[in-house]
C-alpha cells in the first residue's frame, strides 16, 4: 500500500490515506445515479470516495482503519456511528 491524497469536496480538507486499489470509479458515470464524489485524489483526479444523495451510504477507496495518522479520517467511522445511532 502507499499514501496518496484524499480531498475532501465538501471541506476543501485533505487527507493523507493507505491506498491499494487498481481501479476508480469514472466521475461521468455518477451523474446518472443517487451518488455523488466525496473525495478525490488531487494528483490524478480520480474519484477516492463516494456518498448516497439521499440515504447514509458511503464508500472510499482507502483503508481508512490503516490511516497514517491517529486521527486522520476518523469522520468516517463518526459518520458510520451516527448513522448507526440514527443522527
Known sequence: AQNQPALDLNSDRC????QNHG????????KK???????????????????????????????PEASPGPYDTELLFDKFAKTLEGK
Open 15 to 18: 487527507y493523507i490515506t493507505t
Open 23 to 30: 481501479y476508480a470509479i469514472n466521475l461521468e458515470s455518477l
Open 33 to 63: 445515479t443517487p451518488l455523488e464524489p466525496w473525495f478525490i485524489n488531487p494528483n490524478d483526479k480520480t474519484t477516492e470516495g463516494v456518498k448516497h444523495k439521499n440515504k447514509p451510504v458511503f464508500a472510499v477507496q482507502w483503508h
